[in-house]
């Protein structure tokens, strides 16, 4: 793999116009999130070398010109005071910048791209998300963004105000000796040409960790979120996990040393050089002159050392910088790369907008097979969904009937037929408008560490919310058990956040998810199986409540339990990803066909445990 990527790199020779543009984009980017953060970077580097200039060029041209003089020690005093005063000055410019105005707007910058990011990950179809290309990148782009967003501001701020410090300085030595310029110049090539390699080993390095760093975070997350809690304590999955936590930390060991020793050794080699070349150098040289040809005042020979000294370090740092332009290059192009993607599916797509007082959907001929997988798993399914009417999927487990209801509310297009709504196809809707059309609730509902209102609204509460809440509440048939909680519909729940919040049993949990569905104003309710923590007679309430509150909505719901199929209008029955069978109840009873082989089987089953 490392061979790859060096062959890759190779190809990949980074212009520093493309490494300019792209680090100006990333800067465009954090101005466009936190301007004053920006320009807060560039003021202070105005003052740093404001500073730099004064105390190693004018304080001494100005000092030294009072003893060339013979001016007296009294003459001298107000500019010491005013040296202190700037010197004090400046310290609590520093200060301040450092410990409120930068943290601040780091915390912003931060906040700002952050947002800007999960924007633009929950825009992208959920194809992306099977997509290790894509995952890859979105995982590059978030732990990257904040780290390279920072360093573009300390590289160009950095790089070009200290431009503007190098032609004063310059402009300084050449006054007194043109060919001392050289003795700062050489190192700035050095350190140009070792600073690439030291940058291409870096970004090698991060490379060739990625995929162990994912293990990691991945191992991570599994061990401290609740969902997996259970699981890893009954189970062997800890000591898995943890076997799987070390190998990757290994192989990140592994990978640091080898790039490590190969950073280090340029590095010093890269320091040393500029060492001896420019503080041996060009002392050796201005003491000839001064001591030897006698043609250099004393002014001039500390004026001309501290110039050399300061060019030295500003094309030095310059180089680094440049080089740092080309390696952050290569990190923000992953970054752009994510930024610029562009979904098929997004919410920001505009289109036809909904009349929801008459809706027909339909799909037509409708075939579709997952992201990087040839296999089909829906085939030509033929379905229509009319204002009002009540349906229901079912059929065994891998049937299709979850990938159906994610087509029906467009979180994937279908590879073949199309979907239509009242004639058009979906694809000509607002994307945003179309799936606001859908309440839906799926098997893996996730409740969130916020209360209880929020876990049925999505959304903070307003005083007008509260009767939508305790509707809904009470029609998922969980509301009795939320008034008993301490602060009613206002409750945490789980304990992540809050110690007074509220852990409630799975089937609750469910309730207050399915809550969701009668609280929101939707056309079509989608409940894919969200009933399976209830027993079958507190499922088949539950439909029964819901298809009452849904009299003017059309549902469509799944089930594996078929004593509540028989609520529905239609029923549609799915095998290897194909309708087998399709009509009422009675139609399909009648038909005595696999639904009905099935029904018996399942009455039969309750029958027995009834007995039992
Ligand atoms: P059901 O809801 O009827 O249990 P699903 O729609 O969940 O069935 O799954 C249908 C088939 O699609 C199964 O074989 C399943 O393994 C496959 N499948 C589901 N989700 C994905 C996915 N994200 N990527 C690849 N295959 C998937």
């Not at 740093?48 to 100005?62: D, P």
């Not at 030294?64 to 107000?78: D, H, M, N, Q, Y």
């Not at 038909?591 to 082989?597: I, P, Q, R």
Request: proline share 2%; aromatic share 12%; charged share 25%.
């Amino acid at each position: 793999m490392g061979k790859e990527i060096k062959k890759k790199e190779e190809n990949e020779k980074v212009s520093l116009w493309s490494a300019l543009k792209s680090n100006c984009y990333m800067l465009r980017i954090s101005f466009q999130a936190c301007p004053s953060r920006v320009i807060g970077s560039f003021v202070y580097r105005i003052l740093q070398h404001l500073n730099g200039i004064y105390s190693s060029i004018i304080f001494w041209e100005i000092l030294l010109g009072f003893v060339e003089k013979g001016a007296s020690f009294s003459k001298v005093i107000p500019f010491l005071i005013f040296t202190v005063l700037l010197y004090f000055i400046i310290f609590i410019v520093f200060q301040y910048s450092n410990n409120i105005l930068d943290p601040v707007g780091n915390q912003k910058l931060y906040e700002k791209l952050h947002v800007k990011m999960f924007e633009k990950a929950t825009d992208s179809e959920l194809e992306c998300y099977e997509n290790p290309d894509f995952y890859n990148k979105y995982m590059k782009a978030a732990t990257q963004i904040k780290g390279r967003a920072f360093r573009v501001l300390v590289n160009i701020s950095g790089l070009m105000i200290s431009l503007i410090a190098l032609v004063y300085l310059c402009y300084k030595t050449i006054q007194i000796d043109p060919v001392a310029v050289l003795f700062a110049v050489f190192p700035m090539i050095s350190t140009y040409f070792i600073g690439k390699k030291i940058n291409k080993l870096n970004y090698e390095l991060y490379q060739m960790n990625i995929f162990a760093d994912r293990k990691k975070e991945y191992v991570k997350r599994s061990i401290y979120q609740q969902d997996y809690a259970k699981e890893l304590r009954l189970s062997n999955g800890f000591v898995l996990l943890i076997t799987n936590f070390q190998d990757a930390v290994n192989t990140v060991i592994k990978n640091t040393k080898k790039y490590g020793f190969k950073v280090g050794l340029l590095s010093c080699f890269s320091e040393g050089l500029n060492q001896v070349f420019v503080t041996a150098g060009s002392i050796i040289y201005a003491s000839v002159r001064l001591l030897y040809f006698k043609n250099l005042e004393i002014s001039e020979y500390i004026v001309l050392i501290n110039a050399i000294t300061y060019i030295s370090e500003i094309l030095v740092a310059d180089a680094a910088c440049i080089s740092k332009l080309q390696d952050n290059h290569m990190y923000i192009q992953n970054i752009r790369e994510f930024f610029d993607y562009k979904p098929n599916i997004s919410e920001s797509q505009p289109g036809l907008s909904i009349n929801t007082d008459d809706i027909l959907l339909k799909m037509e001929n409708v075939s579709f097979s997952y992201f990087g997988h040839a296999q089909e798993v829906l085939k030509d399914i033929n379905i229509s969904i009319s204002k009002k009417e009540k349906i229901v999927l079912v059929g065994e487990n891998g049937a299709g009937k979850t990938t159906l209801v994610k087509l029906l509310m467009r979180l994937y297009d279908p590879t073949k037929g199309k979907l239509t709504l009242n004639g058009n196809n979906i694809k000509e809707y607002s994307v945003k408008e179309y799936r606001n059309m859908f309440g839906t609730i799926f098997q893996d509902f996730r409740i969130f560490s916020l209360t209880v209102a929020e876990n049925v609204l999505m959304r903070r509460m307003k005083k007008e919310d509260r009767k939508t809440v305790e509707m809904a509440l009470k029609n998922s048939g969980v509301y009795e058990k939320v008034q008993t909680l301490p602060k009613g519909i206002e409750t945490t729940l789980t304990k992540e956040f809050d110690s007074d919040g509220a852990v409630l049993s799975g089937g609750e949990y469910q309730k207050i998810a399915i809550a969701r569905v009668f609280a929101k104003d939707c056309a079509i309710a989608i409940l894919d199986e969200p009933s399976s923590a209830l027993d079958p007679i507190a499922e088949y309430q539950m439909y029964k409540s819901m298809l009452k509150a849904c009299e003017n909505k059309a549902v469509v719901f799944i089930s594996h339990r078929l004593s509540s199929a028989v609520l529905a209008d239609r029923i549609y029955m799915l095998e290897h990803g194909r309708i087998i069978e399709s009509g009422s109840h009675r139609e399909l009873m009648k038909k005595n066909g696999k639904y009905a082989e099935m029904f018996r089987f399942q009455a039969g089953n309750y029958v027995k445990e009834e007995g039992a």
